[in-house]
């Protein structure tokens, strides 16, 4: 009975070290996580809203953990507050009073976020600016009408002589 007593005991002792060596070569061939709130993978990343998170190795090498960074491609930053593609960042007023200057969190060509400027004048517009309105105006009405400005004028001047 003792023979068999060693014999277990020392069965159980071979046993317990290959399941520990077992253990010790799956983590150190296994690369290492991003585990908190998120699963991930070194390397891979995720966006929500403005922020990108991307599973980083942490610098004891045997951790990963998610860097925080802006999402460059999907919001633009301006005095360190995130802007949406669409969102306005900001909206000047000119010393003029006038003249308004928007500042808006747009896509460029490539989709990616860039900010763009955008100016709009808000106070009505001068007598010189209203006269060259018109002037189009006039001057549609008489392509239309297939005519000249000379045509309306010797028009005019003869129903003045008629009067």
Same mark, same amino acid.
């Given at each position: 009975?003792?023979?068999?007593?060693?014999?277990?005991?020392?069965?159980?002792?071979?046993?317990?070290?290959?399941?520990?060596?077992?253990?010790?070569?799956?983590?150190?061939?296994?690369?290492?996580?991003?585990?908190?709130?998120?699963?991930?993978?070194?390397?891979?990343?995720?966006?929500?809203?403005?922020?990108?998170?991307?599973?980083?190795?942490?610098?004891?090498?045997?951790?990963?953990?998610?860097?925080?960074? %802006?999402?460059?491609?999907?919001?633009?930053?301006?005095?360190?507050?995130?802007?949406?593609?669409?969102?306005?960042?900001?909206?000047?007023?000119?010393?003029?009073?006038?003249?308004?200057?928007?500042?808006?969190?747009?896509?460029?060509?490539?989709?990616?976020?860039?900010?763009?400027?955008?100016?709009?004048?808000?106070?009505?517009?001068?007598?010189?600016?209203? %006269?060259?309105?018109?002037?189009?105006?006039?001057?549609?009405?008489?392509?239309?009408?297939? %005519?000249?400005?000379?045509?309306?004028?010797?028009?005019?001047?003869? %129903?003045?002589?008629?009067?």
């Amino acid at each position: 009975m003792r023979q068999w007593l060693c014999f277990f005991s020392f069965f159980l002792m071979i046993f317990a070290f290959q399941i520990e060596g077992t253990k010790s070569e799956s983590q150190t061939t296994k690369p290492p996580e991003c585990n908190r709130n998120r699963n991930g993978k070194i390397g891979e990343s995720y966006v929500t809203r403005c922020t990108e998170f991307i599973c980083t190795l942490g610098s004891s090498g045997r951790k990963g953990y998610w860097k925080e960074d %802006l999402a460059r491609n999907h919001c633009c930053s301006h005095q360190q507050v995130s802007y949406m593609i669409g969102e306005t960042m900001a909206t000047i007023l000119a010393q003029d009073n006038c003249t308004v200057v928007t500042m808006v969190c747009a896509a460029d060509i490539n989709a990616n976020a860039e900010v763009q400027m955008k100016t709009d004048t808000k106070c009505a517009k001068t007598g010189l600016e209203k %006269l060259d309105e018109y002037a189009n105006i006039v001057d549609d009405i008489l392509k239309k009408q297939n %005519l000249t400005i000379e045509d309306v004028t010797a028009k005019i001047e003869s %129903l003045i002589l008629e009067v």
